[in-house]
C-alpha cells in the first residue's frame, strides 16, 4: 500500500482500521484502514470484484449470512465491531444514511415517498408521524424534489430513476447523518442525471458538513467530487491519498492501469471508410399505443421515434448517443427487422428490411447484435459451441459436423478466445469473456453490419478497454460495420467516425465525433457533453 | 381505482354471459332431448311431451335462454323436477351450510398459513423451517378424506367432543352449527393452510432479497421492523391469487367432505342432482358457482389494486 498523504489523521469522523471480512471462508477484504473527516469526501474506486461494496456493507454491518468481520470500525469514537444488533440499527439511518446503486429498486412499491422518507424519522424515535412528515418535507424539498410536483403521497413508480435517486438521498440524510456512504450512487443514472446527483451529493456534504463516502468505478466520476482517493483491488486498498496526489503521481501500476483504461482510445488506424452506404434509415417513424384511457375510446400513440434519417456507410463506425427512454432501443428493433414501423423506410445494401416473415434470410444475415447484459443473454444449459452457432439458422447451406468446429474454432480465435473453449458452457466464463462469446456469435456468418447495444456498459474499465481494441481490429479483418448505441459518451468518441445525437425520438445533431465533441451545436449536445465527468489529463 | 374496479367489474359480466351461453348450450342443447333424458329410458311419450312444455322445450333455443337467464337475474331459478320445489329455495338452504364451511375453512386456513409461513420465511434454514416445509409436505400429501376420518375417530368417537356429522341447522344455534361445523373445517383447511404456508413463505424470502428491504434496513429498521413494515405487503400478490382460489375450491370442491359428514352442503346436491338426472337443479347450481367464482376473481383483483398501487393507476 502506498499512502501519499501521511498527515490526515486527526480529527476523523470515521475511522476503519485493519478491517478484515470473509464470507463463508472465503476472504473478501483484507486489512483495510482508512480515515474519513467531517465536511470530506473520500473516493473508494475499484473494479468489480475489490471489495468496494462490501467495505461499506461492513461498516454498518448489513452484511449477508455466514460473514466474519474482523478489526475496527470507529465512528465518532464508538466502535462498531461488536456492537450489539440494536445498537447498529441506532447508528444506521441516524448517524450513518447510505445511498444505493439501483434506484429503479431500492424503494418499496407500494409505499408512498413520504412514507418512505418520514420512516427513517420515526424509527429512530422522539417525534411523531406528522413531525416525521414534516422533516420528510423539508428533506425532499432540499434534495430538489418541491413539493408542487412531489408531493408526499406520490408512489415510487411514478419518478424517474434521476427522482427515484433523490428519495433514496432525502431518506439517507433525513436525520442529518454525520456519514454519508453511496454505493455506485450514479452509476444507473444519464450523464445529466449523474450531474445533477453528484451536485446535490456535494451541496449536502458542505451544508451539513458530513463526511462522505463515494464509491465508484468510474475514475472520473470522483476525480472531480472526492478530496481524497482509495483505490482497491482483489479486496485489499493498493493506493491511498489526496485526489489529485493520487491522479498526478499514479504512483501504484494498478492505478496507472485503471488511470489508463478509463481513457483509452483504441488503434483505429487502419480502419478503411468508404463512402457506399450500408444502412440507409429514411423517415422512420415508430409509435407505441398506450392503453386506452376511455373504454371504447380512441386508441393514443406514443411516437417513440419521429422522422429519423441517417446512413451508415461500408466500413463505418457509427454511434448513437442518448439518455434513457430516447428511442435509441426501439430504433435497434426496428432496424434489426423486429418491428413493424409506422412510416419511412429502412434499407440494407438496397434491400427494405421489414419485420415481416417475408424479409429475406439473406438480408437478415447480413446484421447481428451484441447485447449489454453479458450473463443474462445465453441460454446457461448450452455449450459455447451451440450458442455461436445459433446464427446458422439464417443460412441455408450452413456447416456441419467438421467443418462447423473448425468456423467454431476460428470465430473464437479471432475474438482472443481459445478452440477448446467451445465445449465448456457459459457459467465458466467471466463478463469480459462472455461479451467476446457474444461478438464471436455476431461474427460468425460474417454479417456487415453489427449493432452494438451498450455493449461494453456492463463491463468493468480495463476489460472494457480490451474489448475495445478487439472491436477495433475486427473491422479490418472482417469487413465490420458498426452502430455502437451508448449513453458513455467517452466510449462513443473513443470509438466511432461519426456520432448521431437522439433526444425524445428525433436526431438533433450527427456529425463527425471529433467534430460534434469539440464543437456541438445543438444545445442538448452541449448539455450531455458538459455533464460528462472528465478525468485530469 | 374507480376505473380499475369498473375495468373489472365489466369484464365480471362478461365472464357471467360467456359462462351461462356455454352451461346452456352444453345442458340443454347438446346431447339432444333432455326431457327424455331426464325421464329414462321407460318414459311413456306422453309423461315426456308433459314435460317438454313444462320445461318449454316447444320454444326456440334463444328464447329459453332469455327466459332462463331472466329468471336467474330475479332469482327464479326454476323448479326442481325430482323434489317438485323451486331451485332456489333448495339452494339457499344448502348455501346456508356450504357459505359457512368454506369462510370457516379459509379463516382457519389463513391463521394457520400466515404465522406459520412468516415464522418459517424468517427463520430460513432453521429446524422450525425445515419441520414447517416437512409438515406441509405431508399435509398436502394426506388425502383430506382420510384426515377427516381420522378427526371423527378421534375427536368425535374417543372424546366424543364433536358429534361425528350431520348438521342441525343455525336454528339450533349459532354454536351448535359452528360445532358441527369444525370437524369439516378442518378437515378441509389442512391441505389448504399447508399450500398456503408455503406459498407465504416463498413469497416472503422473495421479498426479503429485494432491495428495498436492504434500503430499510440501512434506515435503522431491524429484520423484524422490514419485514412488518415492507415485505409482508409486497409478499401479498401471489398469497392472495392462492387465496381466491382455495375459497372457490372449497365452495363447490367440499362435496367428499360433505358427505364424510353428511353435511346438507352444495356439493352434495349437485352430486345428487346429477345422479338424478335433475338437469334444471344441475344447470343452475352449476351457474350459481361459476358465479362466486367470478365474483371472488374480480374481489382479489379489487384486493391486489388495494395492495399495490402500481394496478391502480394501470387503466
Known amino acids: 500500500m502506498i499512502t501519499t498523504n501521511s498527515n490526515h489523521h486527526t480529527d476523523a469522523q470515521l475511522r476503519v482500521n485493519g478491517l478484515n471480512l470473509s464470507i463463508h471462508e472465503t476472504p473478501i477484504l483484507n486489512s483495510v484502514s482508512f480515515d474519513v473527516r467531517a465536511g470530506e469526501v473520500l473516493g473508494i474506486v475499484g473494479e468489480s470484484g ?15 449470512d455466514g460473514s466474519s468481520l474482523s478489526g475496527s470500525v470507529e465512528l465518532e469514537g464508538q466502535q462498531l465491531i461488536g456492537a450489539s444488533e440494536s445498537e447498529l440499527c441506532d447508528v444506521r439511518g441516524d448517524v450513518v444514511g447510505m445511498i444505493f446503486q439501483e434506484p429503479m429498486t431500492a424503494l418499496n412499491p407500494v409505499q408512498t415517498i413520504g412514507q418512505q422518507v418520514a420512516e427513517t424519522v420515526y424509527i429512530h424515535g422522539g417525534v411523531s408521524r406528522r ?9 425532499l424539498n432540499r434534495v430538489g424534489l418541491p413539493e408542487a410536483e412531489f408531493a408526499l403521497d406520490r408512489y415510487p413508480h411514478e419518478l424517474s430513476g434521476g427522482q ?29 442525471t449523474q450531474a445533477q446527483i453528484l451536485a446535490v451529493l456535494k451541496r449536502l456534504v458542505l451544508e451539513d458538513r458530513m463526511a462522505l463516502i463515494l464509491i465508484t468505478h468510474d475514475l472520473a466520476v470522483v476525480a472531480n467530487v472526492a478530496d481524497h482517493l482509495v483505490i482497491m483491488r482483489h479486496g485489499n486498498i493498493v493506493e491511498q491519498g489526496g485526489v489529485q496526489e493520487v491522479l498526478a503521481t499514479k504512483a501504484h501500476p494498478y492505478t496507472r492501469q485503471l488511470f489508463e483504461a478509463s481513457g483509452h482510445k483504441p488503434d483505429r488506424e487502419g480502419t478503411s471508410l468508404t463512402d457506399k452506404p450500408l444502412l440507409k434509415v429514411d423517415g422512420l417513424i415508430r409509435d407505441y399505443r398506450l392503453p386506452r384511457t376511455r373504454l371504447f375510446g380512441p386508441s393514443r400513440y406514443f411516437r417513440a421515434v419521429d422522422d429519423v434519417s441517417f446512413q451508415l456507410h461500408r466500413g463505418e463506425s457509427l454511434g448513437l448517443v442518448g439518455e434513457s427512454g430516447c ?12 418491428d413493424t414501423i409506422q412510416g419511412g423506410v429502412i434499407t440494407i445494401d438496397g434491400e427494405t428490411v421489414n419485420a415481416h416473415h417475408t424479409m429475406a434470410l439473406s438480408l437478415r444475415r447480413k446484421m447481428q447484435v451484441v447485447f449489454q447484459d ?16 445459433e446464427p446458422f439458422h439464417l443460412v441455408k447451406d450452413a456447416p456441419t459436423g467438421n467443418a462447423l468446429r473448425a468456423v467454431i474454432a476460428e470465430v473464437l480465435e479471432s475474438v482472443g478466445l481459445a478452440a477448446s473453449d467451445a465445449d465448456k458452457y457459459i457459467h465458466e466464463f467471466s463478463g469480459g469473456q462472455r461479451q467476446r462469446i457474444a461478438i464471436a456469435r455476431a461474427l460468425v456468418i460474417k454479417p456487415a453490419l453489427i449493432i452494438l447495444d451498450e455493449a461494453v456498459s456492463a463491463l468493468d474499465v480495463s476489460i472494457r478497454a480490451q474489448i475495445l481494441d478487439l472491436l477495433a481490429s475486427l473491422v479490418d479483418t472482417h469487413d465490420l460495420s458498426y452502430l455502437f448505441i451508448s449513453h458513455d459518451l467517452s466510449v462513443v468518441r473513443s470509438i466511432t467516425d461519426r456520432v448521431l445525437v437522439m433526444k425524445a425520438g428525433k436526431l438533433v445533431e450527427q456529425g463527425p465525433t471529433e467534430q ?8 442538448y449536445t452541449q448539455s450531455l457533453i458538459a455533464a460528462v465527468p472528465q478525468l485530469p489529463d | 381505482m374507480l376505473r380499475y374496479i369498473l375495468k373489472r367489474a365489466l369484464s365480471l359480466v362478461l365472464s357471467l354471459v360467456v359462462a351461462s351461453i356455454l352451461i346452456f348450450v352444453t345442458i340443454e342443447i347438446v346431447p339432444g332431448d333432455p326431457a327424455s333424458y331426464m325421464l329414462g329410458l321407460n318414459a311413456q311419450p306422453d309423461t315426456i311431451e308433459n314435460l317438454r312444455r313444462e320445461l318449454g322445450l316447444d320454444k326456440t333455443p334463444v328464447a329459453r335462454y332469455l327466459s332462463w337467464v331472466g329468471g336467474l337475474v330475479q332469482g327464479d331459478f326454476g323448479t326442481s323436477y325430482t323434489y317438485r320445489t323451486p331451485v332456489a329455495d333448495m339452494v339457499a338452504d344448502r348455501l346456508m351450510v356450504s357459505l359457512p364451511l368454506a369462510l370457516y375453512a379459509l379463516l382457519l386456513s389463513t391463521a394457520i398459513a400466515f404465522p406459520v409461513g412468516v415464522l418459517a420465511a424468517t427463520r430460513r434454514g432453521s ?13 398436502i400429501a394426506i388425502p383430506n378424506f382420510w384426515f377427516a376420518l381420522l378427526l371423527v375417530l378421534v375427536f368425535a368417537i374417543n372424546l366424543r367432543w364433536f358429534s361425528a356429522g350431520g348438521f342441525p341447522g343455525w336454528e339450533a344455534g349459532f354454536f351448535a352449527g359452528l360445532k358441527a361445523l369444525t370437524l369439516p373445517a378442518v378437515a378441509l383447511a389442512l391441505p389448504q393452510a399447508s399450500i398456503l404456508s408455503r406459498v407465504m413463505r416463498s413469497s416472503l424470502l422473495d421479498t426479503l432479497d429485494e432491495d428495498y428491504i436492504r434500503t430499510a434496513r440501512a434506515k435503522g429498521l431491524s429484520r423484524r421492523q422490514a419485514l412488518w413494515r415492507h415485505a409482508l405487503r409486497n409478499a401479498m400478490i401471489p398469497v392472495l391469487t392462492i387465496l381466491g382460489l382455495q375459497f372457490s375450491f372449497l365452495l363447490a370442491g367440499a362435496i367428499i367432505i360433505e358427505n364424510v359428514f353428511f353435511l346438507p352442503g352444495l356439493g352434495r346436491l349437485v352430486f345428487q342432482a346429477i345422479t338424478q338426472r335433475d338437469l334444471i337443479v344441475v344447470e343452475s347450481v352449476v351457474m350459481l358457482l361459476v358465479f362466486a367464482v367470478v365474483l371472488i376473481t374480480f374481489l382479489v383483483d379489487v384486493a391486489y389494486a388495494l395492495v399495490d398501487p402500481r394496478l391502480r393507476q394501470q387503466a
Open chain 1, 516 to 523: 460534434v465533441f469539440l464543437h456541438p451545436e445543438h444545445p
Open chain 1, 374 to 389: 453479458p450473463y443474462g443473454s445465453f441460454n446457461p444449459r448450452h455449450k459455447v459451441n451451440r450458442l455461436v452457432a
Open chain 1, 327 to 338: 428511442g435509441k432501443s426501439t430504433l435497434t428493433r426496428a432496424i434489426l427487422g423486429l
Open chain 1, 164 to 192: 427515484r435517486q433523490r428519495v433514496v438521498i432525502a431518506m439517507a440524510i433525513a436525520l442529518k447523518p454525520r456519514l454519508l456512504i453511496a454505493d455506485e450512487p450514479t452509476t444507473a443514472l444519464d450523464v445529466t
Open chain 2, 127 to 139: 429446524v422450525a423451517d425445515w419441520s414447517v416445509m416437512g409438515t406441509t409436505q405431508l399435509g
Open chain 1, 131 to 139: 413531525a416525521a412528515l414534516k422533516v420528510a418535507r423539508e428533506t
Open chain 1, 50 to 64: 475489490s471489495g468496494k461494496s462490501m467495505t461499506a456493507y461492513s461498516i454498518l454491518q448489513l452484511l449477508p
